[in-house]
């Protein structure tokens, strides 16, 4: 289930794949192998909850050079529609799980 709708600011979700599952809740990144796996969870940390704001200022200055470099550098166009195209593919995934009511492969 995604949404942006709430009462309340919260950043929360799961990505379960075929190795691990990934967990986010709101200032903890949370990584966990399969139980058959021999591999150890990981746990990582903000500095800040994600939900802290809706705006995030320390991500502008290299969103905009990201952005001057795609229009600057032929070598370097096409990365910023290629994530934002991979951004969309996992929405739509996300849509479609919920819709199917079972896991989507990406």
């Known amino acids: 289930f995604i949404t942006w709708a709430s009462r309340i600011r919260r950043n929360w979700g799961v990505i379960e794949g075929t190795k691990?599952?990934?967990q986010i809740e709101d200032d903890t990144l949370k990584w966990e192998p399969l139980p058959e796996s021999s591999n150890q969870p990981q746990t990582f940390s903000f500095s800040k909850p994600l939900s802290e704001s809706s705006?995030?200022?320390e991500w502008?200055?290299?969103v905009i050079e990201e952005f001057v470099r795609e229009i600057e550098d032929p070598?370097?166009?096409g990365k910023n529609?290629?994530?934002a195209r991979d951004c969309l593919k996992i929405?739509?995934?996300f849509k479609q799980s919920d819709k199917?009511?079972?896991p989507v492969p990406f």
């Open 20 to 22: 691990a599952s990934l």
């Open 55 to 57: 705006r995030h200022p």
């Open 60 to 62: 502008f200055q290299p």
């Open 75 to 77: 070598a370097f166009r």
């Open 81 to 83: 529609l290629a994530r």
């Open 91 to 93: 929405i739509e995934g």
């Open 100 to 102: 199917k009511a079972a």
